[in-house]
């Protein structure tokens, strides 16, 4: 599975964006999909997780009511809406792909099989 992500830019702080995955090389419908970020100063960071059947949304506190993870099978595309940006959401953002998510696995860069390139997000004050 190759992905690639896109839909990063900068935007001021309270606005939103929405950063897309799609895949190539193979479905991703049998796949759990999750976004992680990181900035040059931190470890990549849990962002968010939907599984494969769309069933079930995972979020970390930092983002949780203000970004929603969606996934449109049928495009093999994955989505992150984010919502009242603030500047410490300012990082990369990586898509990944992975079997079998729990919650806790969810969070683990090492349980995720295909990473995209990741696009960066630059929120202004």
């Known amino acids: 599975v190759q992905l690639q992500a896109s839909g990063g830019g900068l935007v001021q702080a309270g606005g939103s964006l929405r950063l897309s995955c799609a895949a190539s090389?193979?479905?991703?419908?049998?796949?759990?999909m999750g976004w992680f970020r990181q900035d040059p100063m931190k470890a990549r960071e849990f962002v968010a997780l939907?599984?494969?059947?769309?069933?079930?949304?995972y979020y970390a506190d930092s983002v949780k009511d203000r970004f929603t993870i969606s996934r449109d099978n049928a495009k093999d595309t994955v989505y992150l809406q984010m919502n009242s940006v603030k500047p410490e959401d300012t990082a990369v953002y990586y898509c990944?792909?992975?079997?079998?998510?729990?919650?806790?696995?969810?969070?683990?860069?090492?349980?995720?099989?295909?990473w995209g390139q990741g696009t960066q997000v630059t929120v202004s004050s």
């Open positions: 990944a792909a992975g079997r079998g998510m729990t919650l806790t696995m969810s969070t683990v860069t090492e349980s995720y099989d295909y």
């Open positions: 090389g193979r479905t991703l419908s049998a796949y759990d």
């Open positions: 939907i599984k494969w059947s769309s069933s079930s949304t």
